[in-house]
C-alpha cells in the first residue's frame, strides 16, 4: 500500500487488524498515521543535516521539521487538543463520529509524547538511514565518486519532495529527483536513471512485492489464525 496517493492505503492495515481482533479502526488508524508521521520528521532530519552542509532547500526543510514539530506539540498537549476537539463538537455532521474522534486521540496522544515517540523516532531514523545507504552503495557500484552524505542527502530529499506530491510512491517526482541531482553532480544521465531505477526497485517495488505476495495468502493465514484466536479467546 506504499504504492497509493500518500500512502494512504496503509490504513487498511487497521481494517486487518480489526478483522483479526475486532479493534476499531478509529482506535489503531492513528498508528499508521504516527508512523507516517515520524517517517517524515527522520527523512526530514538527514536531509536537513545534508542541507546544512550543502546549502541547498535549508529553508523548506526547516519550515517542515517546524510544521511537524508543531503538530506533535499540539497532539501532546491535552488542553489545547480537548478544546480543539469541543470546537469540532459543535459542527453537526461531525458530532456523531466525536466518540470515533475521542478514541482516536488518545491512540495519538500516547503514541506521539515522551519514550513511545522517541523509539519510534530512533527506529525509524536507522530505517531510513539504511535505505540512505543502499542508495550510497548502488552509486558508488556504477563507479560514481560521491559521499555518503551527499548520497543521504539526495535520497531524503528526492524522498520528501515526492511525498510532499501524494503521488502513490512518489512516482515520478522522487525519481526525477534523483536523476536531477546526479547528473547535477556531473554524471552522465544514463548511470543517473539506473541507480534511480536499482534504488526504486530495493526500496519501493521490493517493499509492495513483499507485500502483494502476503496478501494473496492472506485469506488462508487469516483463517487459520482467525480459528487459534476465537478457540484462545473461548
Known amino acids: 500500500m506504499l504504492a497509493t496517493p500518500g500512502a494512504l492505503g496503509e490504513l487498511f492495515k487497521s481494517y486487518l487488524v480489526k478483522q483479526i481482533t475486532g479493534e476499531q479502526i478509529s482506535k489503531t ?9 515520524t517517517d517524515l520528521i527522520s527523512i526530514i532530519l538527514i536531509a536537513l543535516a545534508g542541507a546544512i552542509i550543502y546549502n541547498y532547500g535549508i529553508f523548506i ?8 514539530l508543531s503538530l506533535i506539540l499540539f497532539i501532546s498537549n491535552k488542553n489545547i487538543s480537548i478544546r480543539f476537539i469541543s470546537f469540532l463538537s459543535r459542527l453537526k455532521f461531525l458530532h456523531k463520529y466525536l466518540s470515533k474522534i475521542n478514541i482516536a486521540y488518545e491512540s495519538f496522544h500516547s503514541m506521539l509524547k515522551g519514550r513511545a515517540l522517541f523509539f519510534m523516532l530512533f527506529t525509524s531514523i536507522i530505517s531510513w538511514s ?7 552503495v548502488i552509486l558508488k557500484s556504477l563507479g560514481l565518486n560521491i559521499s555518503i552524505i551527499w548520497a543521504a542527502f539526495v535520497y531524503a530529499f528526492g524522498t520528501i519532495i515526492g511525498s510532499l506530491t501524494m503521488l502513490p510512491g512518489g512516482i515520478g517526482v522522487t525519481d526525477g529527483s534523483f536523476v536531477f541531482f546526479i547528473v547535477q553532480e556531473g554524471f552522465s544521465k544514463d548511470i543517473a536513471v539506473a ?6 526497485t530495493v526500496t519501493l517495488w521490493f517493499a509492495v512485492a513483499v507485500g502483494a505476495v502476503f496478501i494473496f495468502f492472506y485469506r488462508k493465514w487469516f483463517s487459520n489464525f482467525n480459528f487459534v484466536y476465537k478457540t484462545i479467546e473461548d
Open 61 to 68: 526543510m526547516s519550515l517542515l521539521i517546524i510544521l511537524f
Open 29 to 37: 488508524a492513528p498508528i499508521v498515521f504516527s508512523e507516517r508521521i
Open 195 to 200: 541507480s534511480t531505477f536499482i534504488i526504486r
Open 130 to 136: 539504511f535505505e540512505c545507504i543502499s542508495f550510497y
